[in-house]
């Protein structure tokens, strides 16, 4: 498969990059060279074979049911949060004006 | 006196210790070295002189005051700039996250602070971790301090802990972290003739680091030989509530246990990392180290991983997939970068922020990623990837029933000049050939020098354990060290 500009430009707009004529044209061979190269994965016989999703056999703990039980990551950390936000207003992270 | 900076991390502990030298004096040392390569090198992204002085001090005052100390007790390290540390900018090398400065310190750093060491500041790497050579960080490229016989061309210091190996070859620091995806560790640590190491995957806590691809992110470290990778990787290793991947399993001691002795091991030769037109130094370099385990007493035994080839392009799979859905952090909102055009609405602050903070190879892979998981093409790609995923872990299971460890180069070819594979990505991603399929498989792994090519540049050689195993990993490791008889260091032209 092979990916082309207008292809490109819809992948970028869905990643959120935007990008302009020049970027896209130089992108457009870059990821159909990367594209065709992960075609040979479609040779391999993957037939009753399951997909990975964890490399090291662990199961999912439960933590306590406790508030702040870990004060690192527990609640009341309001400015601590909000300190390296680029535009943080009244205790909020500020956005430009969402009007569809 | 001695120059202290030429100490490795066991020395400078038990040399602290007994009270040869100050732990302040060993700060001062690497500060000053620190300072005087940065101009030439650019190994760090911040350095934190006072930080360090900071920790020495303590562990000088608790050592008059007869405390016990801790494992890494006065010794200052490197901390790759993808790992969060309270109030020094933590920046993975990007733009986008420019002067982000957290308000907590991830659980590694924290680990190796309660152990005694210092911070000699924040390594330099690839952005985001995505690179083999160290040319996509948005502060500028690290240089090797290795050079090629009759040559002053810049070379690359691997990537993408590219801070980290060249700080740890120059002496710049006895000891730095890395993180290891697909090889970032091994690759670096081969490229400048050091020793580096990834445990199994879950070993160290991926809390506080700045996530790339998750279900592959390992913390590991880079020095200057075995025994003090065994000795950091104590201090950073153990469980973390605060990362639900995190291996509830003991710490073991890794440096009480190191033995080079191999009797009774078997140690695994995969043939299908004996390439075509394999480089010559390389493989000679690989049947010097056959040569050195049988020595130690080991029983070499030949075995096949079949699907090695596919682990490249499923890694080029997974981790941009992975990549591109932890990357939409990066939004202009919480905390780094906010590019706000004239006008904008939300989605085009956006996709402004993440056109002006990513650089190109993020971009890159960002968009693989989301092509690969996007409606259509997931079962193609991404399901498919995985599939071979699982058969690259069978491999390796199944080749465990025959041997201990296994023994291969860390990379297909040394050093290469700066600039020389950043036109051609899939050239770079080639790189990473025989580091990737044990980063798949979660595996312990470490790269220890191996001797000089014909250039006069190291070669790294390469042991994949099997899962927890990091102790068979080091002692195959330590009895390739005292064969190699690796002195060799990069001539000071910095």
């Known amino acids: 498969m092979s990916v082309d500009k207008a292809t490109v430009a819809k992948i970028a707009s869905l990643a959120r990059i935007r990008m302009d004529d020049a970027e896209l044209d130089r992108m457009v061979p870059e990821l159909n060279n990367i594209l065709g190269w992960v075609e040979q994965l479609g040779e391999v016989d993957v037939a009753g074979v399951e997909p990975m999703t964890a490399v090291i056999p662990n199961t999912l703990r439960l933590r306590e049911d406790v508030v702040d039980a870990d004060p690192l990551t527990g609640g009341g950390k309001r400015d601590a949060v909000l300190a390296n936000a680029p535009a943080a207003e009244h205790g909020f992270f500020g956005v430009p004006k969402v009007i569809e | 006196m001695t120059d202290l900076t030429n100490l490795g991390v066991a020395a400078i502990r038990d040399g602290v210790a007994k009270g040869d030298f100050t732990a302040r004096e060993v700060a001062e040392g690497f500060n000053a070295n620190v300072a005087a390569a940065q101009d030439a090198l650019n190994a760090f992204i911040v350095a934190t002189p006072e930080k360090a002085l900071e920790a020495a001090e303590k562990v000088d005052a608790d050592r008059a005051a007869g405390k016990p100390l801790g494992k890494m007790a006065g010794v200052p390290i490197g901390m790759k700039d993808l790992f969060a540390t309270r109030g020094v900018q933590t920046t993975a090398a990007s733009h986008i996250l420019d002067g982000f400065t957290p308000e907590y310190e991830s659980t590694v750093s924290q680990k190796l602070w309660d152990a005694g060491a210092g911070m000699l500041g924040k390594l330099n790497l690839d952005q985001f971790a995505m690179g083999s050579s160290n040319e996509t960080s948005y502060f500028g490229n690290v240089v090797s301090p290795w050079r090629k016989q009759g040559s002053n061309a810049a070379l690359a210091p691997g990537g993408s802990s590219g801070g980290s190996s060249a700080a740890v070859a120059a002496r710049l620091a006895p000891a730095a972290t890395g993180t290891d995806t697909g090889g970032s560790i091994r690759q670096p640590a081969a490229f400048t003739g050091i020793t580096g190491i990834k445990p199994t995957y879950g070993r160290c806590s991926r809390w506080g680091i700045v996530a790339f691809a998750s279900s592959l992110d390992q913390a590991g470290l880079m020095a200057r030989d075995v025994r003090d990778c065994a000795i950091m990787l104590e201090a950073m290793a153990g469980f973390d509530p605060k990362d639900a991947t995190s291996l509830d399993l003991p710490v073991p001691e890794w440096e009480a246990g190191l033995s080079a002795d191999m009797k009774g091991k078997r140690v695994g030769i995969p043939r299908e990392y004996r390439m075509d037109g394999m480089d010559e ?45 932890n990357l939409a952090r990066y939004d202009g909102v919480r905390y780094g970068l906010r590019d706000l055009p004239d006008g904008a609405g939300l989605q085009d602050m956006y996709a402004a922020t993440r056109a002006a903070g990513f650089g190109d190879e993020v971009k890159r892979r960002i968009l693989i990623g989301t092509y690969v998981l996007s409606a259509g093409f997931y079962d193609a790609y991404y399901t498919q990837a995985q599939k071979v995923r699982t058969l690259i872990s069978q491999d390796f299971k199944n080749a465990f029933a025959s041997c201990d460890v296994i023994l291969a180069p860390t990379t297909p070819t040394a050093s290469f000049p700066l600039g020389d594979k950043l036109d051609d990505p899939l050239a770079m991603y080639l790189n990473d050939v025989f580091s990737v399929p044990a980063s798949l498989a979660g595996l312990p792994a470490m790269s220890v020098p191996g001797g000089l090519n014909g250039d006069g540049l190291p070669l790294g050689l390469q042991i994949i354990g099997n899962a927890f195993d990091e102790q068979g990993v080091l002692n195959a490791g ?17």
Not at chain 2, 478 to 494: D, G, N
């Open chain 2, 478 to 494: 330590l009895a390739i060290e005292q064969r190699a008889q690796f002195t060799a260091k990069p001539e000071r032209w910095w």
């Open chain 2, 281 to 325: 130094d390389v493989a000679r370099s690989w049947d010097e180290g056959i040569a050195w385990m049988k020595d130690a007493g080991a029983e070499i035994v030949e075995i096949s991983l079949p699907h090695t080839k596919y682990a490249l392009p499923a890694y080029y799979i997974i981790a941009p997939a992975e990549a591109s859905s």
